[in-house]
């Protein structure tokens, strides 16, 4: 089973693009990234507007702004 991570981000934000990019080019078909448009909900442009893009695994921010690889490595290899 691929592990599921969800990916805030907005359109046309040149860092979140290029952190999705990374993430396909890295991890190909090894996980599963879920996009999530801050800009539909209220609270999600409140909680992430200022950090985006940003990574999670359910409520566990893996990284923002850049694709941390160390940071995502560990959350893989402790799941």
Known sequence: MRPVLTLYHR???????????EIRTLYADSLEIQLVDVESDESLHE???LKIPVLAAGER???YGHLNRDSLEAYLTSN
């Open 11 to 21: 359109p046309n934000c040149h860092l979140c693009d290029q952190m999705l990019a």
């Open 47 to 49: 909680r992430y507007w």
């Open 61 to 63: 921010e893996i990284c």
